[in-house]
């Protein structure tokens, strides 16, 4: 990489422009070798990376996973949201938990320029996160669920358009436990806009439900972004009065 990236600054005046070769004291840095640069570098492919991201092995794969989320979700306009709950057998919504709301499947928001993103929570073992990918949960991810559509519970207390996104994540294992302490799970998604004030807080609980939370003091309650979590987003998580928490 660091090759392509430094191959095309050396570029002859010949090679770049096409033109008569360079004179001794004539400078070879002209601006068209950074056109040539910026055509060699590919830009990454952020959903290539977001595959799998319930939990990774070490600081620098949870550090690059929060930054393809913050680059594909940052600035999306909600349109449409939708719980996706066990199937009860009855029209009843027992996700609605006053100032929580608990899903026992997953997430799915669709956003104004066609897509839509779903999380989840994963389990193996004794690994467990929140997954985020684009795509629908069904068929992939899930075969059974009741869906209830949410928009306008939203609309009312959640973010329209995402103008700010944190990412949290703890680690996988004690110390004290076998396997790789370094391992990091997934555990809280924090969606902000900024400009209604709102926020829709994301995460996994330890019965593998996803709760959603429209004011962080819940979430703290419950026993979320404590200092046990590793953040590695840009704002610290904001209480009800505007002032920054001191997790």
């Known amino acids: ?133 684009c795509g629908p949960l069904m068929p992939v991810h899930l075969r059974e669920a009741r869906f209830w559509d949410v928009t306008r519970r939203w609309r009312r207390r959640g973010p329209r358009t995402i103008t700010d996104l944190q990412v949290f994540w703890w680690p996988e294992r004690p110390a004290w436990e076998c396997g790789s302490p370094g391992s990091l799970s997934l555990g809280g998604l924090v969606l902000r806009d900024h400009a209604r004030d709102r926020q829709a807080i994301i995460t996994i609980d330890h019965r593998f439900d996803v709760n959603v939370y429209f004011t962080p003091g819940r979430a703290r309650r419950d026993g979320h972004f404590n200092k046990n979590y590793l953040e590695f987003g840009k704002e610290p998580l904001r209480t009800e009065d505007g002032t920054a928490s001191d997790r």
């Not at 430094?6 to 422009?17: F, M, N, S």
């Not at 940052?74 to 709950?85: E, F, N, P, Q």
Request: hydrophobic share 40%.
């Open 1 to 133: 990489m660091f090759r392509d990236v430094i191959a095309p600054i050396l570029l002859h005046k010949e090679r770049v422009t096409g033109g008569p070769p360079l004179a001794r004291d004539q400078s070879p840095w002209i601006c068209t070798t950074f056109r040539r640069v910026s055509d060699r570098v590919r830009k990454p492919d952020w959903e290539s990376l977001l595959r799998w991201t319930a939990w990774v092995t070490n600081d620098a794969d949870a550090a690059m996973v929060t930054d393809a989320l913050q680059h594909v979700l940052t600035g999306k306009r909600l349109i449409a949201v939708r719980y996706a709950d066990v199937d009860h057998g009855a029209a009843i919504p027992y996700w609605r938990e006053g100032d929580r709301d608990n899903l026992g499947h997953g997430i799915e928001l669709d956003f104004a320029d066609g897509s839509t993103w779903s999380i989840i929570w994963e389990q193996r073992g004794s690994q467990d996160g929140l997954d985020i990918w």
